[in-house]
Nanobody, 111 residues
Framework: QVQPVESGGGLVQVGGSLRLSCSAS????????VAWYRQSPGKEREFVAQ???????AYADSVKGRFTISRGNAANTAWLHMNSLKPEDTGVYYC?????WGQGTQVTVSS
């Protein structure tokens, strides 16, 4: 199993954009389930977006049309592009590769 590492979080104003990165050794889009989850203060971890092993994408209704998963310039990187950010998008964002989870990166959206 490959341990993913997230980066790219930070503080952004409402309506702004961020790009989160998930990196791991090897070509992580090959034969890997790639997903992003988030945990907001006082809430359970929730699904945000995924690319399954068949290449199909799925997004939570709350982020559909605003967030996009893509492969980074390097084959060992996956990105989560987040646009039109809202205060309710605040939380710790986790990358999941197969059954392995990263440590998370904090995203804070200020109003």
């Amino acid at each position: 199993q490959v341990q993913p590492v997230e980066s790219g979080g930070g503080l952004v104003q409402v309506g702004g954009s961020l790009r989160l990165s998930c990196s791991a050794s090897g070509r992580i889009f090959v034969r890997n389930y790639v997903a992003w989850y988030r945990q907001s203060p006082g809430k359970e971890r929730e699904f945000v977006a995924q690319r399954n092993t068949g290449g199909a994408f799925a997004y939570a209704d709350s982020v559909k049309g605003r967030f996009t998963i893509s492969r980074g310039n390097a084959a060992n990187t996956a990105w989560l592009h987040m646009n039109s950010l809202k205060p309710e998008d605040t939380g710790v964002y986790y990358c999941r590769l197969g059954d392995c989870w990263g440590q998370g990166t904090q995203v804070t959206v200020s109003s």
